[in-house]
Structure formats: structure tokens, C-alpha cells
């Protein structure tokens, strides 16, 4: 087997230690970056994605795999030129303010990340100001937003207002999810979309960016 | 020969787990503990935990506890107590191995089944769903049901608790989001007991906290925890973790995880005031790894409710444990099913309290009015079960058999008239009747019935249970109060 098929089956097997591993080797083995990214990485995250959908991977093993890539990717960036980085879009995504819960906004990252997205991510107990100024700073493409409890979801009405205020509303669009929320909520506080999962993010991410 | 029988009811107690197991958990719970810790966000308690011989830790806020140091902490706490209810028909005596079932609270979205279709809950659901756990037998405490998206920020709590008390004499648990909300429901609950020492005294509300697995407790859960602690309000502080993403994914992992944090929550509560009336607290459930949907209807939560229960018993501490949810989306098969294997396995371990038995859909995020009355019977029959068969010399029979063989039948006589009402549970939704009859009477369903008792519940019990004098004088006193 040759190092970009070792590559591409470490990461498919979430073998995060032995992805990197073989990323170098195949680095210093004078490897193409495109063909490691393209051959073994996205391959790899396709196959995963495949797997998944049959219900042949369980979420923690993709995450995994996820991860590899991600490590992998770590390697990768500082060798890539200005014109070969492409991103899908950015995002800043938080837990609203109130809020700790993370493992779906960390799961909605990685799945954007695996697809190509940017991510800048606050963290939990993000208050409106903070989304406000983040998004004056790096000017996002999507605001994303998650929320745990029913007491604790108002924090996304008070974001949108926030941005309103703050005269950026136009300027950027607000995904939001988590177990309260509703795309009736969604519809209420006019966000401009609603996902019930990691996987739908993703998708509505792309549309909300013309791409689909 | 007849033997003399002394025998009388025996109720079925089980242990689910074998012992050498469960003490094994609870060694892993008392090791994460010394070794591990909690993270304890509120410094005041801190330097209580130093001052009593924690081994802290400031800038992480990690606190362990050495095993001499927890056992003499947990010691202070009571072992048997009251939960009380307003007119003292319902009272919860804890610790006697008596099973009492509540409902669960703070869902947000309610299945109408007159529309069918799914709504935000308001302040009226609150006031309806006390009224139906009022009137229903098999469901002992009412727990605060559902948000009130109707309800000002400001005086929240005042209302929540407010229209719950309004609407049932029964035992009333609910969470507080913080401190100024259990200092708002405390003062009202003082107003109608008529004085704080009342109120202190025959406690009829008690409050629910939580960690937040991993082993954190965030400043909001201690303020309240010790406010109730010191003034002698009922609290539990139930862990919550989800196995495989906030704990272990194994159950063993889980229920050391949980045991861990449980202990932790009882043994805050002595810290701010020994002797605090404090349940061991359990809702310890289980998330679908294949797609990351949250599974607290599976029969794994069912198991570690259950085992729980051996745990907190270690310590003879009663337990706040959980049972009778359902991911399914309305009362259907799905969720028969799985409200009765938790509901009837965490009843046959003997939990003091079960709560989420009755009312809960959607993983507990929604309720149906019908899903009340539905749980009633489903807990009506596992109180059925777990009572046991009477084996004594007049229910062994062996007189009416002799009176009866060889040509009669048992019908008519007396020993049937006098043990028939004790020795069954008689359901008033399972539909029992041939199926001519059945069809004669347009087919009802466990269901159909459910709804006419809702309607027959509600529609004959719409009004206040407060005296309207005191109601006067309430809304005088707190005008924050907003009406339904």
C-alpha cells in the first residue's frame, strides 16, 4: 500500500497519531500537497460520509475521522500557496449567553470544517455584544448560533437585535440550532435558517451562500 | 395439615444489580471523588470545603475529597423525611419503601391532540397540568411542567409557583434559575403557609438543581442549593449525565460518573447546612451514537435508574430518580412501551421518588395532557405489581376451594366479594370488553378514553384551590403576580 492510500485509510479508521504521521511521510516523500489533500484527505471524509448515511459509522467514529483530518490539514496549511487555500465560507459560531452546552456546536464545527468552511468559534456563554464584535472584526459570511435550554434561547433574539442595532444585520446571515429551537423560533426571531442537526448545518450553510 | 401462616402482603423489592457490582461503582465513585474532584465555581464555598479538609485547588476551582472526609460529611445528612403536601392528604414519606411517582418539568412544547398539532406551552399549561396531577391517584408530586412563555422575566418564579399551588394541594418540586427566583418563590410559600416557621416546618414545595456533567457546579446551581440548605427547603441536586458524550459511554462509567456527582450534591448541601434535607439525585440517561440523538427512553437509562437506586441506598439516603420517558412524539406505541420498562424496573428497585413518570414526550421536551392521564394507569399497574401477592390463610383459599369442589364456582361467593377490590388493579383507559361490544361502542382506545378523562378533569375542576380571601391578599402583597 502506498503512503497516500495508508493516509487515506488511517484517517478513515480515525486513527488521529497515524494520520499525521503518514501526512509527514508523505510530505517528505515529495508527495503533491493537492494529491495528499485531494486523494487521501477528501476521499477519506467522502468515504466517511458515505459510511455514515448507511449507518455503518456511528457519529464517534466519524468525529474521529474528522479530527484526523483536521490534524492533518494542521500540516498541511503552512504549505499551501494564497491561491490553493479555498474556503466554502466563514462562520462565527457560539453557545449564546447563559449557556454552556457545546458537544452539538463542536460537532456543527467540525462537520463545517470537514466541508470546507472557516470557523471562528467563541465558545459558550457568548453574549450579543460578543457576536457583534467579532462580527465588525472579521466581517463573517454566517453568524451561527446554538441553545440548549428553552430559558436560555432568547439569547439569539437579543444577538439579532444587537446586529440590528449595530446597523450589520444585512451584512451577514444567522443559522441557529439546538434542542429548543424551532424553524417556527427561527421564523419568529427572523434568522435566516434553522438546522435540526450537525449534518443538516452544513446543508443549510451551502444554501445560504448560493451553493447547494 | 394446615400450617399456621403469618405471612401477609409481600411487596416486590428488587436488586437489579448484584451487590459485589454495585460496591465496586460505588468504589469508583468515592476514587473519582478522591482523586478526580469537582469543580466547585462559587469561592465562598471553596474556603468552606478548605476549612472542612478538601484538597483544593483555587485557579481550577477543583475540589477532592479525601474518603474519611466525605463519609463524615454525608453522615449529617438525614436519612428519612418529609415531603409534605398542603392538606396533608398527600404526603411523601420518604425512606419507608414506599414508591411515589411525579411528573417532570420545564418541557416547552405541547401536543393540542384536539388540533393535533404542536404548540408553545403557556401559563394556563401550568395551571392544567397541576389540576390533572392533583386529581390523578397514581401520580404523588407535581413537578412544575412546562415553561410559560407568557410569563414577564421579572417575576417568574413568583407566577410559576403561584399558579402551581393554586392548582394543586400536592407536593410541588421545580427548579429556580437562580437565586433571586427561589428567594421570590420562598417568600410567597412563607405568605401562604402564614410565617416562614410554618412553611420550615411542613415543607410542602422543595426545589431541583443540577450539576453539569462532568462533575461542575456552576455558581446559579450553589447559590440555590444553599439558600435552600439554610432554610430548610427540600432540595435535590441531580446529576444529568448523557452516557457517551458528558460521561463514559459504558453504564458502569456512567453510574460512577453520576454516584460521584450525586454524593457531591448532597454532601454541598450539609456543608451550607448540616443536616439539610437533601435526595440523593439521579437522571442519569443515554445518547444514539449512530447519529447523536439524545435516548432517554431507552432501556439502558431504565438500568442505571435503577441501579442508582442501590447506590444512594449504600448511604441510606433516599433518592430523587427518574423513569417514564419516551422519544416518541405523541402517546403511541413507542411510547408504551418505554415509559413502562423505565417507570416499572426503577419502581422495582424501590426509588423513594420517580420523577418524568408522568406527562413527558420528545425526550422530555414535550408534554400532552392525555400523556398524563395515560401514565396514571401505566403507574397504576406497576404499583400493582411491585405490591406483591397476599399469601395468608384467607387468601390461600383452601376453604372456598373445599365449599366449591366439586359443582360450584367462585363467582358469587363471599371470600370473592371480600378479597376481589385489594387483591386487583382495576384500569379505567385499558379497554376490556369483547369485540361486538367494542365495536357497538365505536371502538375506544386506551387513548379515547384518556381524552374524555382530560376534558372531564379539567372541565370540572377549573378553579382556583386557594381561598379567594387569600388570593386577595396575595395579589396585594406581591402585585408581580400575573393572572392566567
Not at chain 2, 10 to 18: A, D, G, S, V, Y
Not at chain 2, 207 to 234: K, R
Not at chain 2, 414 to 438: G, I, K, Q
Request: hydrophobic letters at 45%.
Amino acid at each position: 500500500m502506498n503512503t497516500i492510500e495508508a493516509l487515506n485509510q488511517a484517517v478513515i479508521r480515525g486513527d488521529i497519531q497515524g494520520a499525521v504521521a503518514r501526512t509527514q511521510a508523505a510530505l517528505d516523500a515529495g508527495s503533491e500537497v493537492l494529491q495528499i489533500i485531494d486523494d487521501a484527505l477528501i476521499t477519506a471524509m467522502d468515504h466517511v460520509g458515505e459510511q455514515y448515511a448507511k449507518g455503518l459509522l456511528f457519529v464517534p467514529q466519524m468525529l474521529r475521522a474528522a479530527k484526523a483530518m483536521q490534524e492533518c490539514m494542521q500540516l498541511i496549511k503552512p504549505l499551501l500557496g494564497e491561491d490553493q487555500i479555498t474556503s466554502q465560507g466563514s462562520v462565527v459560531i457560539g453557545t449564546v449567553r447563559k449557556d454552556r452546552h457545546d458537544i452539538g456546536k463542536n460537532l456543527v464545527i467540525m462537520m463545517m470544517e470537514g466541508a470546507g468552511f472557516t470557523i471562528t468559534d467563541l465558545g459558550v456563554d457568548v453574549a450579543a455584544e460578543q457576536f457583534v464584535d467579532k462580527a465588525q472584526e472579521i466581517k463573517p459570511d454566517i453568524i451561527a448560533m446554538s441553545a440548549l435550554l428553552s430559558t436560555t434561547r432568547t439569547g439569539m433574539r437579543e444577538t439579532i437585535e444587537a446586529l440590528q442595532k449595530a446597523g450589520i444585520r444585512d451584512n451577514v446571515r444567522i443559522l441557529i440550532g439546538g434542542a429548543p429551537v424551532t424553524a417556527e423560533y427561527a421564523k419568529e426571531i427572523k434568522a435566516d435558517a434553522y438546522a435540526p442537526d450537525a449534518g443538516s448545518a452544513v446543508i443549510e450553510a451551502k444554501k445560504l451562500l448560493g451553493f447547494a | 395439615m394446615l400450617r399456621k401462616i403469618k405471612m401477609g402482603k409481600t411487596p416486590i423489592r428488587c436488586n437489579f444489580l448484584n451487590t459485589e457490582a454495585v460496591l465496586e461503582i460505588n468504589r469508583n465513585g468515592r476514587w473519582i471523588l478522591e482523586h478526580i474532584g469537582v469543580r466547585i465555581q462559587e469561592s465562598v464555598l471553596i474556603d468552606k470545603l478548605k476549612a472542612a479538609g478538601a484538597r483544593v485547588d483555587r485557579e481550577s476551582q477543583i475540589v477532592k475529597f479525601p474518603p474519611a472526609l466525605l463519609d463524615d460529611i454525608l453522615a449529617q445528612a438525614p436519612t428519612r423525611f418529609v415531603l409534605y403536601s398542603r392538606d396533608g392528604k398527600n404526603d411523601i414519606h420518604l425512606d419507608t419503601g414506599k414508591v411515589y411517582f411525579a411528573n417532570g418539568g420545564r418541557v416547552f412544547r405541547i401536543l393540542d391532540m384536539t388540533t393535533g398539532s404542536w404548540r408553545p406551552t403557556k401559563l394556563k399549561d401550568i395551571a392544567r397540568t397541576a389540576t390533572l396531577v392533583n386529581h390523578l391517584d397514581h401520580i404523588h408530586v407535581y413537578i412544575i411542567a412546562c415553561h410559560a412563555h407568557d410569563l414577564e422575566l421579572q417575576y417568574y418564579h413568583l407566577n410559576d409557583f403561584y399558579h402551581a399551588f393554586n392548582h394543586t394541594t400536592k407536593h410541588v418540586m421545580s427548579g429556580c434559575e437562580n437565586l433571586c427566583g427561589v428567594k421570590q418563590m420562598w417568600k410567597l410559600a412563607g405568605f401562604i403557609a402564614g410565617g416562614k416557621d410554618n412553611i420550615r416546618k411542613r415543607p410542602w414545595v422543595s426545589v431541583i438543581t443540577n450539576p453539569i456533567s462532568p462533575l461542575t457546579f456552576d455558581s446559579d446551581t450553589l447559590q440555590v442549593l444553599d439558600f435552600c440548605a439554610t432554610n430548610g427547603i427540600p432540595v435535590t441536586c441531580a446529576p444529568a449525565p448523557i452516557a457517551g458524550t458528558t460521561s463514559p459511554v459504558t453504564l458502569a462509567g456512567t453510574l460512577s460518573q453520576m454516584h460521584a456527582e450525586a454524593l457531591a450534591g448532597v454532601a454541598l448541601a450539609q456543608l451550607c447546612a448540616p443536616g439539610a434535607k437533601v435526595l440523593y439525585g439521579a437522571v442519569p440517561s443515554t445518547m444514539d451514537l449512530r447519529n447523536l440523538e439524545f435516548a432517554m427512553g431507552s432501556v439502558e437509562m431504565a438500568m442505571m435508574n435503577a441501579v442508582a437506586v442501590q447506590l444512594a441506598k449504600l448511604y441510606q439516603l433516599s433518592i430523587y430518580a427518574s423513569g417514564g420517558v419516551t422519544e416518541a412524539k405523541g402517546p403511541d406505541i413507542q411510547a408504551g412501551c418505554e415509559k413502562s420498562f423505565s417507570n416499572l424496573l426503577v419502581a422495582m428497585n424501590g426509588a423513594d421518588l420517580i420523577h418524568l413518570a408522568a406527562g413527558m414526550l420528545d425526550s422530555g421536551n414535550s408534554i400532552a395532557y392525555e400523556q398524563f392521564v395515560i401514565d396514571d394507569e401505566i403507574i397504576g399497574m406497576i404499583e400493582r405489581i411491585i405490591g406483591g401477592i397476599t399469601v395468608n390463610r384467607a387468601t390461600l383459599a383452601s376453604d372456598v376451594i373445599k365449599k366449591v369442589f366439586p359443582d360450584g364456582n367462585f363467582v358469587m361467593e363471599e371470600h370473592t366479594v371480600e378479597h376481589m377490590m385489594a387483591e386487583y388493579f382495576y384500569p379505567n383507559l385499558s379497554v376490556r370488553c369483547n369485540y361486538d361490544v367494542w365495536e357497538q361502542r365505536s371502538r375506544p382506545s386506551m387513548l379515547s378514553r384518556a381524552k374524555e378523562q382530560v376534558d372531564w378533569i379539567l372541565k370540572e375542576n377549573d378553579q382556583g384551590l386557594l381561598e379567594p380571601e387569600l388570593i386577595l391578599d396575595i395579589k396585594s402583597a406581591f402585585p408581580g403576580i400575573q393572572n392566567l
